[in-house]
């Protein structure tokens, strides 16, 4: 009869097994939405065909997502991370308008890769919670839009600094999605009118000229 200490080994093994079968079996569910929704319009879309495509029954399916939007809020944060990790270069002479231009041309040169975060994030038929998620309910991008302008310039100070920035993104978003939908990606056209809404707007708390960091 085995001792305790090898029953208590043997348990702590199975259940990290189970627990790596699921974030295994999670993960293909949502590469699979993912894949499908480069192919295929939203609507189009059910669960027991990403059940299929990811090779999962149905039934472990609707343990992990109960249903398609659950899980299409998860591919959303997913693209949201991969986004936050894009870092566009800067030239070190680049005024602040300039940068939110690139900023942006980079955001869009994302999107116009990947079918599915047009989709998810843009698409007019997505829910607004689903872009939500895509969010994390926080303002992520504009506290990356703000750093990137904080290591370049000294910013005058501002009563809600991120929140500013991250309507800033709000704004250039409403200028991406009105080009998904009339065009099914975000055209160069479009990325410069996103530019000039966006800096318009954080014109009214940035000076047209900001003093710039001496380590640039």
């Known amino acids: 009869m085995r001792d305790a200490t090898t029953t208590t080994t043997a348990t702590a093994t199975g259940r990290r097994y189970t627990q790596a079968r699921g974030r295994a079996r999670r ?18 879309i059910t669960l027991p065909m990403v059940s299929e495509a990811a090779n999962i029954p149905s039934s472990s399916t609707y343990h992990f997502f109960p249903d398609l939007r659950e899980l299409y809020k998860e591919l959303a944060r997913t693209i949201s991370d991969e986004m936050a990790s894009v870092e566009p270069a800067i030239g070190a002479d680049a005024s602040w308008q300039a940068i939110i231009g690139t900023f942006l041309a980079a955001s869009a040169d994302y999107f116009n890769a990947d079918a599915a975060a047009r989709q998810l994030i843009l698409g007019p038929r997505t829910t607004p919670d689903i872009r939500q998620a895509g969010c994390h309910d926080d303002y992520r991008f504009g506290v990356q839009l703000h750093a990137a302008l904080a290591a370049h310039f000294h910013l005058p100070e501002l009563a809600e600094p991120i929140a500013i920035f991250f309507r800033a993104i709000v704004i250039a978003d409403a200028f991406f999605a009105l080009s998904v939908l009339e065009d099914g990606v975000i055209t160069r056209h479009m990325v410069g009118e996103a530019s000039r809404a966006a800096t318009a707007y954080l014109g009214n708390y940035l000076p047209p000229i900001l003093q710039r960091k001496r380590s640039h």
């Open 27 to 44: 993960e293909a569910l949502i590469q699979a939405a993912r894949d499908l929704l480069q192919e295929r319009e939203i609507d189009d």
